[in-house]
């Protein structure tokens, strides 16, 4: 059973996402709260497996919110199946948001005009440890914002000199969004072989899913927005 907080300001869409999710026989709303401080104190209270974040609340907004949850995760070598994973709710319009909530931790995105289906199957992805719900949807915000990226954001630490070059082929594929399948179809390689790479990528740069990897290609250089 996957476990949801569902964090919005607006209590009707917090009702109305909370009654989709509900209605699914393998998901669990298990609170609800409507600005980012309930969220982080609900978060460290009732563990959930996802929480489904709104960006712009009063008192505390989304990226604040996510970045402390994140912050207190596990790393990745340790990080156990039920670690908290946040999955963004919002509007693509506020794109460039976005982007500064996956610099704080989070691990997807997902627009609130979405069809009911496509967010159980969104939260489902995120459970499960898939972050890239639209790789991309998610490589045309990065291309567009990543440098103007608010210069409040803090910076995180990228250092490529521990990764093989192998893994730096594999960080480079991840960046443009690419599937493990992909990844394993461009490389002559099995897709379990490249699953084992992104995980040893993930925790040499001490990411905790896909979407921070994504983040760390364009810090490093590696990837150019737009490249």
């Known amino acids: 059973m996957t476990t949801v907080l569902v964090v919005d ?3 009707l869409i917090r009702q109305a ?3 989709i ?3 699914e026989n393998d998901i669990s709303v298990v609170g609800q709260a409507s600005n980012g401080a309930e969220a982080v104190q609900l978060t460290a209270a ?3 497996d996802v929480v489904l974040m709104d960006i712009r609340m009063p008192e505390m907004d989304g990226i604040t919110a996510t970045s402390l949850i994140c912050a207190a995760l596990p790393t990745p070598a340790d990080a156990p199946p039920e670690s908290t994973r946040v999955l963004i709710l919002t509007t693509f319009e506020e794109d460039e948001y976005v982007v500064s909530a996956l610099r704080a931790g989070a691990s997807g995105f997902i627009g609130k005009g979405s069809e009911p289906e496509d967010i159980c199957r969104a939260v ?3 459970a499960a440890g898939d972050a890239l719900l639209s ?3 998610t490589r045309a915000l990065i291309s567009r914002h990543l440098t103007a990226a608010p210069a409040t954001q803090p910076e995180p630490t990228v250092d490529l000199e521990h990764l093989t070059e192998r893994e730096r082929e594999v960080l480079l594929l991840v960046a443009r969004g690419q599937s493990n399948q992909e990844i ?3 490389l002559f390689i099995s897709p379990h072989t490249a699953k084992t790479h992104v995980n040893r990528v993930m925790s040499k740069l001490n990411a905790h899913d896909r979407a921070q990897l994504v983040i760390a290609g364009y810090e490093s250089g590696l990837i150019a927005p737009g490249g």
Do not use: Y
Request: overall charge neutral.
């Open 46 to 48: 009732l563990r959930p």
């Open 124 to 126: 489902r992805a995120i």
């Open 17 to 19: 996402v909370s009654a």
């Open 9 to 11: 300001d607006q209590p």
């Open 135 to 137: 790789p991309t949807a």
């Open 184 to 186: 394993a179809d461009a």
């Open 21 to 23: 999710l509900s209605a």
